[in-house]
């Protein structure tokens, strides 16, 4: 019996109220998408991903930016904790965001960093609902590729945001704690609470029904997988000797992540006295749920696009756990001074310390005969170079992945200065599907993303 056959297209494991999707598996993939001259199934069917990573206040470029370029670069302080991902990344210096610039508009560089990141597009200065800026690369894309999947886009973050008020010097808080935007005046706000998050993958889309999965859970004391066992055994003896083994991990993968949000939940509870939120009191796990949950919607074909702020921009918070007591926000304007701009560069590596742990976690999940990671394009980055002189040119800005073979990793590329970061943006879209000429104040498709 061909046992490629017999499953065909199954893709899902199904349970009371619970779909959950299932890797890429050899057994699972479609015959015809096997060719002459692909080494595996998996190989000639696994989808490309992009995804979209924000962090605040710029970042202390003297510890940032490599000194040497092309595959021989080094990593200063900032960047070392990559040393282990370093041939699946990418520096890219040079890179310009001009609509975060105030153009007339005066002050409000946060808010214009983070609703220009995305969009290449001038915010409207408005603290009223008359909010315009532009679609976000990430919505283009998924308007494209959305109905592939289950969910068109994945959108996280750690702070809870404000859709309205005034957030910074006349400009909407809308703009200030999103980066994707669905149209010009319709933010796409992110999902903060991992609890949520990770019930959404596994409700089909319904949030009424994420939301009686996660109650009737918590009233027989049940994880999600006690849903799907019974599929799940069905399914196993069907499959090659090399998928049982990737079924088995990646279910173990699901159980410990859910586990780890059960537990902080927990904590949370015991340290305020109150229900359990499901928003971690620890940022450190708050951080590396959300990435591991972005890592499981990609794994699974969830979603193809997703997009992550990790803070912010303008967020003050302080980072007592590595030293840094003073607000975040308050130290980027540091005038200078030599003290400030090490706290400075510790936050920033400390946010570099999270993305290196996404980055191994996606090289280990095997796909095909390469990883997740070799399918995915990752952008991580700021709408603000140095925080002092609230600067929108050479943006830190890293890029992780092989894009599916589109993408060379593995170097530090400098761009003539004013190059927009749209016009990777532009690149990446053509990779995706999306073909067009222009995006934002894009100028051309960006060059060197191979070699």
Same mark, same amino acid.
């Given at each position: ?25 050899? !057994? ?9 001259? !692909?080494? !595996? ?11 979209? *990573?924000?962090? &605040? ?35 890219? /210096? ?20 983070? $609703? ?19 679609? !976000? ?12 999947? &289950? ?22 808080? $809308? ?14 706000? &992110? ?18 029904? /994420? ?12 994880? *999600?997988?006690? %849903? ?39 904590? #949370? ?10 928003? &971690? ?25 997703? #997009? ?6 303008? /967020?003050?918070?302080?980072?007592? %756990? ?8 308050? *130290? ?19 946010? *570099? ?99």
């Amino acid at each position: 019996m061909n046992t490629r056959n017999s499953l065909h297209r199954r893709t899902f494991l199904k349970g009371v109220g619970t779909l959950m999707a299932l890797p890429l598996l050899e !057994s699972l993939a479609p015959l015809a998408a096997t060719d002459a001259g !692909s080494k !595996s199934v998996v190989d000639a069917v696994a989808p490309k991903r992009v995804g979209f *990573i924000y962090v &605040p206040n710029g970042a202390n470029m003297a510890d940032w930016t490599p000194k040497k370029l092309g595959s021989d670069f080094d990593l200063p302080y900032i960047l070392e904790p990559l040393s282990s991902v370093k041939s699946d990344l990418c520096v890219f /210096s040079g890179l310009t965001h001009d609509k975060a610039r105030p153009n007339g508009d005066g002050a409000g560089d946060h808010a214009r960093a983070s $609703a220009a990141f995305l969009t290449g597009a001038q915010p409207r200065k408005t603290s009223g609902v008359d909010i315009h800026v532009g679609i !976000s690369v990430d919505q283009v894309i998924g308007n494209k590729v959305g109905s592939q999947t &289950p969910f068109r886009t994945l959108e996280l973050g750690i702070d809870r945001g404000q859709s309205s008020g005034n957030c910074d010097s006349g400009y909407s808080c $809308a703009y200030q704690f999103n980066i994707s935007w669905r149209t010009p005046t319709s933010p796409v706000p &992110p999902e903060t609470n991992p609890r949520l998050a990770f019930d959404r993958l596994f409700s089909n889309g319904d949030a009424s029904e /994420s939301e009686a999965l996660r109650l009737r859970r918590q009233n027989y004391r049940k994880s *999600i997988l006690d %849903f799907v066992m019974e599929d799940a055994r069905e399914l196993n003896p069907k499959l090659g000797k090399t998928d049982q083994r990737k079924l088995d991990e990646y279910l173990t993968s699901v159980r410990d992540l859910e586990r780890r949000i059960e537990f902080t939940e927990k904590v #949370s509870s015991e340290m305020t006295g109150k229900r359990p939120t499901g928003e &971690p009191q620890d940022f450190k796990e708050h951080v590396r749920l959300m990435y591991d949950i972005m890592l499981l919607a990609f794994q699974t074909d969830s979603t193809r696009v997703a #997009s992550f702020i990790v803070a912010h921009d303008g /967020s003050n918070r302080p980072y007592p %756990f590595i030293g840094v007591n003073d607000g975040h926000h308050d *130290i980027s304007h540091h005038g200078d001074d030599p003290e400030k701009k090490a706290k400075i560069a510790k936050i920033n590596r400390f946010h *570099i310390e999270q993305f290196a742990y996404f980055l191994e976690r996606m090289r280990s999940t095997k796909e095909g005969n390469g990883s997740l990671l070799d399918n995915c394009m990752l952008v991580y980055g700021s709408g603000i170079a140095d925080g002092n002189a609230h600067a929108h040119d050479n943006l830190p800005v890293l890029v992780a992945g092989r894009s599916g073979g589109q993408l060379t990793p593995g170097r530090h590329v400098r761009y003539a200065k004013e190059t927009p970061m749209t016009n990777l943006y532009l690149s990446m879209m053509d990779q995706m599907g999306v073909h067009s000429e222009r995006f934002g104040d894009s100028t051309g498709k960006l060059g060197q993303l191979t070699v």
